[in-house]
């Protein structure tokens, strides 16, 4: 799998966008961006994943560059729960359940009221 | 959706002695099952893949004797810590691969203090 590089830290105000970046400059054509999450204690939490479009749902939104060797990863309005470490994580698609996921050290997310 | 489910999620055990911790997929079916350990302030680091049926394959560095992975069905695989240490104290996260949304589900962790 693709190696990723992120900001070790990041501040970001609460209710501003808190936008993530992820650099994955050897991103195979059949690799997929992830986004996981990690809140203080807890397991890791799925938030959005993507190929080559930009993607949305109710968490986040993620915007991958026409190159897709970096991607962004948008809060559009941060509260302070969503304070914690975000892994950008790049990896082929599930053809076999075995693929495992390696994790980087992440960006870790402060939202200041 | 998907969901993984660790138990315990905390557990306090004596030196010596060994402890188990459960992960089960609760609505779909996971052939793989992955167990992570992580340490305060780190990443979670990839101990062993766990296969229904057959043997676990473990990371580079990690004790198969030490760390006893089951997996004798397709929604719960277990991690037994035999003869635990101070040293063995972390957060130990399962993970599995959903098929039907392309993604992997974590359990909430498990806490264990060796004291």
């Known amino acids: 799998d693709a190696k990723t590089t992120q900001p070790p830290s990041m501040d970001c105000a609460e209710g501003r966008a808190a936008n993530l970046p992820c650099n994955h400059s050897?991103?195979?054509?059949?690799?997929?961006v992830y986004w996981y999450r990690q809140i203080h204690s807890q397991g890791p939490q799925y938030i959005i994943h993507?190929?080559?479009n930009n993607e949305t749902n109710e968490m986040a939104s993620l915007i991958i560059t026409e190159d897709r060797k970096s991607s962004t990863l948008i809060l559009p309005h941060a509260t302070l729960r969503d304070t914690a470490v975000y892994y950008c994580?790049?990896?082929?698609?599930?053809?076999?359940?075995?693929?495992?996921?390696?994790f980087g050290p992440g960006t870790s997310l402060s939202v200041i009221p | 959706g998907a969901v993984v489910s660790q138990h315990p999620s905390r557990v306090i055990c004596k030196s010596g002695t060994s402890v188990k911790i459960e992960c089960r997929s609760l609505d779909f079916q996971a052939t793989t099952m992955f167990w992570y350990r992580q340490f305060p302030k780190q990443s979670l680091m990839l101990m062993a893949t766990?296969?229904?049926?057959?043997?676990?394959?473990?990371e580079q560095g990690v004790e198969k004797d030490k760390f006893l992975i089951n997996h004798a069905s397709l929604t719960l695989s277990t991690l037994t810590v035999t003869s635990a240490h101070p040293e063995d104290s972390s957060f130990y996260i399962c993970s599995a691969n959903s098929y039907s949304g392309n993604t992997i589900y974590f359990g909430e962790g498990s806490w264990l203090t060796v004291v």
């Open positions: 994580i790049v990896r082929v698609a599930l053809k076999t359940s075995y693929d495992k996921v390696i």
């Open positions: 766990s296969n229904e049926g057959s043997k676990a394959t473990y």
């Open positions: 050897t991103i195979s054509g059949n690799e997929y």
């Open positions: 993507g190929l080559k």
